[in-house]
């Protein structure tokens, strides 16, 4: 069975510039969680999708945005891009909501110039 | 609110050196632990889920037990392929509905 793949591998973008990052969760899977990742803060939450709808969310800052699609897929949109917003952001895939294990994917390096 | 909290922040070992890494927690309700490993610039790959206390689980030369307020990740005659980031995390619910990630423990094993 296939894992969790996104989309692209590596961003360079400027200040200012939007993003948009897709992940595509393990089939079957209908839970789509998104993280980011810096040195200096850990992994943190961004928000969760369960049957298209957003069920969390973390303490992050409107800019950042994401969606779900019929088919599970997940896209999350960060807009006027601050140098603070580069980090490797991650998805993870679970079957559900709640206490089921999480997959993670391989993770978008962001980088902000 | 749920905390994780994990040690020691990095840990150096000579291959064959065993040791153990540390996550302590503060949950309202014991509602399980996972443990992923994590290697540079990758994602975190699931190793283990504990649901209760005294339960144990193992692959390879890891083994992770489960207490009341702590999880151990035993590393026996670890290799050099064993350094990584490990993670572990308690899932949402007493009041909180994200997973709480601990900051991980950085591994380095030495040929």
């Known amino acids: 069975k296939a894992g969790v793949t996104q989309t692209p591998r590596y961003l360079i973008k400027t200040r200012g510039q939007q993003v948009t990052l897709s992940c595509s969760p393990i089939?079957?899977?209908?839970?789509v969680s998104w993280y980011q990742q810096t040195p200096g803060q850990g992994l943190q939450f961004l928000f969760e999708?369960?049957?298209?709808?957003?069920?969390n969310k973390g303490n992050f800052p409107g800019r950042f945005s994401g969606r779900q699609f019929s088919n599970s897929r997940s896209e999350m949109n960060v807009s006027t891009l601050e140098l603070g917003d580069s980090a490797l952001y991650l998805c993870?895939?679970?079957?559900?909501?709640?206490?089921?294990?999480?997959?993670f994917g391989p993770g978008t390096r962001l980088t902000v110039l | 609110e749920d905390q994780v909290t994990q040690s020691p922040e990095a840990l150096r070992l000579q291959e064959g050196e065993s040791s153990s890494l540390n996550c302590s927690y503060t949950?309202?309700?014991?509602?399980?632990l996972f443990w992923y490993r994590q290697d540079p610039g990758k994602g975190p790959e699931f190793l283990f889920t504990?649901?209760?206390a005294g339960e144990e689980k193992e692959k390879e030369r890891l083994k992770a037990t489960l207490t009341k307020k702590e999880s151990f990740l035993h590393i026996t005659a670890p290799k050099p392929e064993d350094s990584a980031t490990y993670l572990c995390?308690?899932?949402?619910?007493?009041?909180?509905?994200?997973?709480?990630f601990g900051r991980g423990t950085s591994l380095i094993v030495h040929p």
């Open positions: 089939s079957g899977h209908r839970s």
């Open positions: 504990l649901y209760s």
């Open positions: 995390a308690v899932p949402p619910g007493g009041g909180s509905y994200i997973p709480t």
């Open positions: 949950v309202s309700g014991l509602r399980g």
């Open positions: 993870a895939s679970s079957l559900g909501l709640g206490e089921d294990t999480q997959y």
């Open positions: 999708y369960f049957s298209e709808t957003q069920r």
